[in-house]
């Protein structure tokens, strides 16, 4: 039913700059809170971002405050994150997903995770 799509990682040194995308299909999007997920080998998939129905709400893990910036184009079915000034602790493969709005639960639409991004950041 739900199709998550995730793209636009890559391999940068410390200190550059990615721009994630995240295609979404199957559900109404307008009506989801969105977010974005990231999971380092050997450790468990944390939220890192997430965003209302449109781009007024928006909410970062404190380890990303200030550097990555959440928004989405409902329009386009499309969900971004613009990371800066990554570091080498922001390596992990990242995922997106519906969201219950206020937290990092779930939406019931939800059903699997896309392929996710492989984002690797080098010192």
């Known amino acids: 039913q739900v199709h998550l799509v995730e793209s636009g990682g890559g391999s940068v040194q410390a200190g550059g700059s990615l721009r994630l995308f995240c295609a979404a299909s199957?559900?109404?999007?307008?009506?989801?809170?969105m977010g974005w997920f990231r999971q380092a080998p050997g450790k468990e998939r944390e939220g890192v971002a997430r965003i209302g129905f449109d781009n007024e709400y928006r909410y970062y893990d404190d380890s990303v405050k200030g550097r990555f910036t959440i928004s989405r184009d409902n329009a386009k079915n499309t969900l971004y994150l613009q990371m800066d000034s990554l570091r080498p602790e922001d390596t992990a493969v990242y995922y997106c997903?519906?969201?219950?709005?206020?937290?990092?639960?779930?939406?019931?639409?939800?059903?699997?995770w896309g392929q996710g991004t492989q984002v690797s950041v080098s010192s």
């Open positions: 997903a519906p969201l219950v709005c206020g937290g990092w639960r779930l939406a019931s639409v939800f059903d699997s």
């Open positions: 199957g559900f109404q999007g307008r009506r989801y809170c």
